[in-house]
Structures are given as structure tokens and as C-alpha cells.
């Protein structure tokens, strides 16, 4: 995916705008992951949400006129739904029932580190500042996996090391792939995740015990409409018309924003040891990203593609 400036300038009004709806509307799908978690188990919410959020870009692409992905595509597109929607975020789901959304939060911004490490085992190597960040970010990537709440949920510290892990593994090994245009490749994910979802959710023998509340489905409906189809549009909107180091900001800018939802609205508490965690871990994600932003040729693409969550 070609994350090349468009030739068509972009107002400030519309750039601001599309910047919002990403650090808001990803910022707060953690919390909307716990409020549906309440009436949803962990893998059949994603398998729904994917489901509908899927079929309705795959629905609306194919009237547009785009191509359906080929068979070798839909074959990629199998293999990569697991890193980047299975082990993401159905793993973030499930942690987030035994671990607040700010916390979740926080652990998954840790994603950028590991995208640095993989892409520097397939071939390209930090600078020196990218060093930096990257010894600074997993430095507050332990501080807060020893003391924080992660520390006395085996589950949910399983969860919240591996969903990042996944993600970022996918985001580079996808580089290399034969893939669909960006919003039919996300359609295409999230189709083909919903069915690992499903499958996920039948192993663990999940079921429901009753019929969903309402304020748990709005929750659902919300992570479909905001999280996966709104935010993911003007993230891909924006690769398009700014920057990469700017369109992926988003990476320390959700934490502190979904943190933020989680004290607010939910009550969550956090700890001094948990925001310090927070902080480090931001600043080894910023210096990196800063570093790139000086080292990236124009059409470089970014590590990341969208959150986890």
C-alpha cells in the first residue's frame, strides 16, 4: 500500500478533522470493548463486529466498482487476519475481561517497538536514535508488566504481550504480500477474521447466556461503525494526504485518550507506577517515529496499519 502524499493538497480543517476522529474514535474502542464485553464473551463479539463492519466496506467497495481480491489474495488475506485481527484483537477482547481498558490500552501502544524489531530482523536496521527509542520504549514495556494490575492476571498479561506482538509481526510481513487496495484488504481482513473469531470462540466453548443488553449491542454497534469502518477510513484518509509519521501518531496519542475514557466514564483507577509505565513507553514510541519521519523516503509505508483494539 502506497502511503505517498496525495497530489490534491488537503485543507487544515480536513486533515484536523480526520486526526480527531482517529485519536478519538480508536481512543475509546477500548472502553467500548469492555461495555460490550458485559453482555458479549470475547471472541463472538469480535466475530460479529468484523462480521458486520466486513461485509458492509466489502459491500459498499464492490458497488463503488472495486475489484473483488483474487484468489492468491484471499489465500494472503487468510494468513494475515490471524496475526492482525484474531491474535489482536480478539487477544485484546479477551484480556479486557479480566484488565481495565486504560490498561489495555497502554500495553498495546508497545506495538511500534516490536514493528521496529521485526522490520530489523527482515533487513533494515535502526539508527542510532531509533536505538534509543526502542531500549527507552521496552524499558517502560517491563516497568509495567512487573507491577502493575497486568502483574496479577496471568490471563490478561498473556494476552496484552502477545496482541501487539501479532499485530506488529503482521503489519511488516504484509509488506512483502500480494494484496487488495487498502480498504478492500481491510474488508477482506476483517471478513476472513470474523471466521477465525468464530472458530476461536467455538474451541473455548463460548455461548451466551441470555439475550444481550442494550447498552452492550450499542457498545458492539459502536466498535463497528466508529472503530472499524468511520476510524479506519480517515486512517487510511490520511495516509493519503499527510505524512506517515503523521497519520500514525495515533500510536501515542490513543493510550493517553483511552485512559482518559477509562477514569471518566468507567471509573478505572490507575496508578502513578501505570501512568509512569505509560509515559516511557510513549517516549520510546515518539522517538521513533520522530526518527523515521527524518530517515523515511516519501513513499516509505508505515509499520503500522490500525490498532489493535
Known amino acids: 500500500m502506497s502511503t505517498a502524499v496525495s497530489a490534491r493538497p488537503a485543507s487544515a480543517a480536513a486533515i484536523a478533522f480526520a486526526l480527531a476522529s482517529v485519536y478519538i474514535l480508536w481512543g475509546s474502542t477500548y472502553l467500548a470493548i469492555r461495555f460490550a464485553l458485559e453482555s458479549y464473551p470475547p471472541f463472538l463479539l469480535g466475530a460479529i463486529r468484523m462480521a458486520l463492519a466486513g461485509a458492509t466496506m466489502y459491500a459498499v467497495l464492490r458497488v463503488r466498482g472495486e475489484a473483488r481480491p483474487t484468489g492468491r489474495q484471499w489465500r494472503t488475506l487468510w494468513v494475515l487476519s490471524i496475526w492482525m485481527v484474531l491474535l489482536s484483537n480478539g487477544l485484546v477482547n479477551l484480556a479486557e475481561t479480566e484488565v481495565g481498558s486504560g490498561l489495555a490500552a497502554i500495553a498495546v501502544a508497545s506495538m511500534p517497538l ?87 470462540a467455538m474451541v473455548t466453548g463460548e455461548r451466551f447466556d441470555g439475550m444481550p443488553s442494550g447498552g452492550a449491542t450499542a457498545a458492539m454497534l459502536y466498535l463497528v461503525v466508529a ?40 471509573g478505572e483507577r490507575f496508578t502513578a507506577h501505570d501512568l509512569g509505565a505509560m509515559a516511557v513507553i510513549l517516549a520510546g514510541v515518539v522517538i521513533i517515529t520522530l526518527a523515521k519521519a527524518r530517515a523515511a523516503k516519501p513513499a516509505e509505508p508505515p509499520a503500522e496499519s490500525e490498532p489493535a483494539a
Open 114 to 200: 516490536f514493528a521496529g524489531v521485526f522490520a530489523m530482523l527482515r533487513g533494515r536496521h535502526p539508527s542510532k536514535i531509533e536505538w534509543v527509542g526502542l531500549v527507552v520504549g521496552f524499558l517502560g514495556v517491563l516497568w509495567l508488566n512487573a507491577g502493575s494490575a497486568l502483574s496479577s492476571s496471568t490471563l490478561g498479561l498473556v494476552c496484552l504481550i502477545i496482541a501487539p506482538i501479532a499485530w506488529a509481526w503482521g503489519s511488516i510481513w504484509s509488506r512483502d504480500q500480494n494484496l487488495p487496495g487498502p480498504f478492500m484488504s481491510a474488508a477482506g481482513q476483517m471478513l476472513t477474521g470474523s471466521a477465525w473469531m468464530l472458530l476461536a
Open 227 to 266: 472503530g472499524s469502518i468511520f476510524g479506519f477510513t480517515a486512517y487510511i484518509w490520511l495516509l493519503h494526504h499527510v505524512r506517515p509519521a503523521l497519520a500514525t501518531s495515533y500510536a501515542y496519542v490513543n493510550p493517553p485518550i483511552a485512559v482518559l475514557f477509562g477514569a471518566l466514564l468507567a
